[in-house]
């Protein structure tokens, strides 16, 4: 595997966590999802509820971003430390 498959594994789950937060935003703001407890608009287009993903992208993405961050800094020096020994190994 390639170094830059290896670095781009590494930051690929917080690229995805924050993308799928920003659809969750731009879908909420597209659609005009907007309601209260009392007054539930169905939030929906061709026929297909869309709160599922609006929880999922607006709720869970945030939380796994905060989650994923560290994990992927981590992975991502791990990484560097391991492409600079091998380099360094070699001469």
Request: glycine letters at 6%; hydrophobic letters at 50%; one cysteine or more.
């Amino acid at each position: 595997m390639s170094w830059m498959t290896k670095y781009t594994l590494a930051v690929l789950p917080t690229i995805l966590l924050f993308t799928i937060w920003q659809l969750g935003i731009y879908s909420f703001e597209y659609f005009q999802c907007e309601g209260s407890l009392k007054n539930i608009v169905q939030c929906s287009d061709w026929g297909t509820d869309l709160m599922a993903w609006l929880v999922a992208s607006m709720f869970w993405s945030p939380i796994l971003l905060i989650l994923s961050l560290p994990i992927s800094a981590f992975f991502l020096i791990d990484t560097g430390a391991k492409h600079i020994g091998s380099k360094r190994a070699g001469l």
